[in-house]
């Protein structure tokens, strides 16, 4: 069975930091594209990051330069790397693998 967990999320007030991580199970990670997406209140799920399996990295405009998105294959493991966070940040992300998704992680960004 496959499982992703996403962790990571919480409150930062505009300039800040924060790591998701999203560990997978019950799949071949490392031959997997992994994406991050997000969904603000009201807004659709847009992507954010993508890895390929050779490491490969594509963003969205918004986050280019501000997101860095890696992936441990050892740990079974993708992280996003969030600097210079803003309001507009502000949604629940979410990992995909392999078409799967994890449950999410609450990210707020504000003052």
């Known amino acids: 069975q496959v499982q992703l967990v996403e962790s990571g999320g919480g409150l930062v007030q505009p300039g800040g930091s924060l790591r998701l991580s999203c560990t997978a199970s019950?799949?071949?990670?490392?031959?997997?594209?992994v994406d991050w997406y997000r969904q603000a209140p009201g807004k659709q799920r847009e992507l954010v990051a993508e890895?390929?399996?050779?490491?490969?990295?594509n963003y969205a405009d918004s986050v280019k330069g501000r997101f860095t998105i890696s992936r441990d294959n050892a740990k079974n493991t993708v992280y996003l790397q969030m600097n210079t966070l803003k309001p507009e940040d502000t949604a629940v992300y979410y990992c995909?693998?392999?078409?799967?998704w994890g449950q999410g992680t609450l990210v707020t960004v504000s003052s």
């Open positions: 995909n693998v392999g078409n799967r």
């Open positions: 019950g799949i071949t990670f490392r031959i997997h594209v």
């Open positions: 890895i390929t399996s050779g490491n490969n990295t």
